[in-house]
């Protein structure tokens, strides 16, 4: 079992920046990819970024490249997302995910939202 845990949601104006942060805890050395996705309101969850844990390699949405970046602490089992540049319609409860071999697991979500 894999629990994830999300912070740094909040409010901040356009233009401005955010973190989030997804701690993960229990059978961590189990988990081959992580990532974050996103659900507006009244929209689908959608991709956000991911990434491969053992190549480290990374995807991400096209409405985010360029001003998203997803990184992950190894040591401390965490992975965050750094938001530069927020649009509004970047506003959306941000949610925590993992992969391993057998299962798919999901944080809580932490919702971000930006004024205009």
């Known amino acids: 079992q894999v629990q994830l845990v999300e912070s740094g949601g909040g409010l901040v104006q356009a233009g401005g920046s955010l973190s989030v942060s997804c701690a993960a805890s229990g059978s961590t050395f189990s988990i081959n990819a992580m990532g974050w996705y996103r659900q507006g309101p009244g929209k689908q969850r959608e991709l956000v970024a991911t990434?491969?844990?053992?190549?480290?390699?990374?995807n991400y949405a096209d409405s985010v490249k360029g001003r998203f970046t997803i990184a992950r602490d190894k040591a401390k089992n965490t992975m965050y997302l750094q938001m530069n540049s927020l649009k509004p319609e970047d506003t959306a409860v941000y949610y925590c995910n993992a992969e391993t071999i057998f299962n798919t697991y999901w944080g809580q979500g932490t919702q971000v939202t930006v004024s205009s």
């Open positions: 990434m491969n844990i053992l190549p480290g390699t990374t």
